[in-house]
């Protein structure tokens, strides 16, 4: 009974290892479309909440009173003019336009990369990929 045990134990001491190669010659662009909406989306979602994050400390400090204060003007009867006061709305307006921008700015740049690996690898043949398991 031990030539058996012996048998098994010499089996899984000897590795087995496959070696697959592979050629990248094309990536589809469809699928480049949809996993840049997905990390575009992330990105702006992110960075809108560390906006808002951001602007809530910003908010208890007391920044936007000292901006405000910076910014406004008075008249010469003493009322305050008319100044655009830089508050929670105006942040977030401008935080929803830097998300959008960045949002599309992402995909377009995907976009291109796909396209223009896709011609390099026309030209050159691809990139080659190697995976053993061991």
Same mark, same amino acid.
Do not use: E, H
């Given at each position: 009974?031990?030539?058996?045990?012996? #048998?098994?134990?010499? #089996?899984?001491?000897?590795?087995?290892? #496959?070696?697959?190669?592979?050629?990248?010659?094309? +990536?589809?662009?469809?699928?480049?479309? #949809?996993?840049?909406?997905?990390?575009?989306?992330?990105?702006?979602?992110?960075?809108?909440?560390?906006?808002?994050?951001?602007?809530?400390?910003? /908010?208890?400090?007391?920044?936007?009173?000292?901006?405000?204060?910076?910014?406004?003007?008075?008249?010469?009867?003493?009322?305050?003019?008319?100044?655009?006061?830089?508050?929670?709305?105006?942040?977030?307006?401008?935080?929803?336009?830097?998300?959008?921008? @960045?949002? +599309?700015?992402?995909?377009?740049?995907?976009?291109? =990369?796909?396209?223009?690996? @896709?011609?390099?690898?026309?030209?050159?043949?691809?990139?080659?990929?190697? =995976? /053993?398991?061991?």
């Amino acid at each position: 009974m031990s030539s058996v045990a012996d #048998k098994l134990a010499q #089996k899984s001491a000897v590795p087995s290892t #496959k070696q697959v190669r592979l050629n990248l010659v094309r +990536i589809s662009l469809w699928s480049t479309l #949809k996993v840049s909406f997905v990390v575009g989306l992330a990105i702006a979602v992110l960075s809108g909440i560390a906006v808002c994050l951001a602007w809530g400390v910003l /908010t208890v400090i007391g920044v936007p009173q000292q901006i405000n204060t910076l910014l406004g003007v008075t008249s010469s009867s003493g009322t305050s003019a008319s100044v655009p006061t830089f508050g929670t709305g105006t942040m977030l307006g401008v935080a929803f336009l830097i998300g959008l921008l @960045n949002f +599309i700015s992402v995909m377009i740049l995907g976009t291109i =990369f796909t396209l223009l690996y @896709n011609a390099y690898a026309r030209l050159t043949g691809g990139l080659l990929v190697g =995976f /053993t398991n061991s």
